[in-house]
């Protein structure tokens, strides 16, 4: 399977918070990185700028939702605090955007380890914002020119 996934960071150590994610991509499958990194204002206005670019992860991860858990735990292990709302400064973010024309909606019980993160999990694909967001669509034309 190929996904299309958002990396960003705008706590501590940006660059190697991205490092860190890729890293993690890497260990799930074969990366392409994006060769463009661009920095944007946290939307929010809670935190310091986001470094953000985009990577194709090949995969055999046997669906989009056992991608999406592997990526939640990368930024759990990568000090990503979820505790202190939706759209807080974070370490690293990873945003599923896209996995092989995939199309819908899924909601399916949190495993047990991942629990901290509420009963359910939610995963609607293409991500739903990607698209007007310059800060991931520039990063995917990049990479995909490449």
């Known amino acids: 399977m190929q996904a299309v996934i958002a990396l960003g960071s705008n706590l501590g150590d940006r660059h190697a918070n991205i490092a860190a994610g890729l890293s993690?991509?890497?260990d799930l499958g074969v990366v392409?990185?994006?060769s463009l990194v661009m920095e944007t204002?946290?939307?929010s206005g809670q935190g310091p700028d986001y470094l953000n670019t985009v990577a194709l992860l090949t995969t055999e991860l046997e669906s989009p939702?056992?991608?999406l858990e592997a990526l939640l735990r990368i930024e759990l292990s990568s000090g990503r605090d979820r505790s202190t709302g939706k759209n807080a400064p974070r370490t690293l973010d990873l945003d599923l955007i896209a996995v092989d024309g995939a199309q819908g909606v899924w909601t399916w019980k949190t495993?047990?380890?991942?629990?901290m993160l509420g009963?359910?999990?939610h995963l609607e694909l293409p991500h739903p914002k990607a698209?007007?967001?310059p800060f991931v669509m520039e990063p995917w034309r990049v990479i995909k020119g490449s």
């Not at 495993?111 to 629990?115: A, H, R, T, V």
Request: hydrophobic fraction near 25%; charged fraction near 40%; charge should be negative.
């Open 24 to 26: 993690g991509l890497g």
């Open 32 to 34: 392409k990185v994006s």
């Open 41 to 43: 204002p946290d939307e």
């Open 65 to 67: 939702q056992h991608l």
């Open 111 to 115: 495993p047990d380890d991942l629990k």
């Open 119 to 121: 009963d359910e999990l």
């Open 131 to 133: 698209f007007s967001r």
